[in-house]
């Protein structure tokens, strides 16, 4: 039985997506490299921030998740996490609305527009087990893609 890992998402395949892995035996992280040419801007107030597609899905068990973290070299080169850091479900993997292609949001705050390359490193995945509490009321499935679970409001 697979546990996890990382595929190519739909639409992505034949475009030289090369899957991550980690840098060394005890690194924490699959560095996440970026799937296509993308200008991140200068932050100033009022920018959106800049999805950068990764071409990637991710399974994992269904008491688990993945976080996707900023890279340590990512902050000084000015690119910045819009949400901190990203949480995502194992419902995500092959939704309906975008197959689990996982994207990474950024601003950035350096002094000039960053021009990322496909293929450079952008991020980091790490795969986590998580908890839940005893009176856990959690239903439903999911209903779409990016920010999807907001469309799952009700809690019996």
């Given at each position: ?121 952008i991020a980091q995945v ?31």
């Amino acid at each position: 039985m697979r546990e996890r890992g990382f595929e190519v998402a739909k639409g992505w395949e034949n475009r030289g997506i090369e899957l991550p892995h980690r840098s060394t035996a005890h690194s924490a992280g699959y560095d996440i490299a970026a799937a296509d040419d993308v200008v991140i801007p200068t932050f100033r107030p009022g920018i959106k921030p800049t999805f950068i597609p990764t071409g990637l899905k991710a399974y994992c068990q269904s008491d688990e998740c993945y976080y996707i973290f900023n890279r340590s070299s990512g902050s000084s080169k000015g690119i910045v996490l819009a949400n901190g850091v990203g949480v995502v479900d194992a419902d995500y993997y092959e939704n309906s609305n975008n197959d689990g292609h996982f994207q990474v949001l950024a601003f950035n705050v350096a002094d000039h527009d960053l021009h990322i390359k496909k293929g450079d490193r952008i991020a980091q995945v790490i795969f986590q087990k998580f908890l839940t509490v005893d009176d856990d009321v959690a239903h439903g499935a999911r209903q779409g893609g990016f920010g999807s679970t907001d469309n799952n409001k009700e809690v019996k």
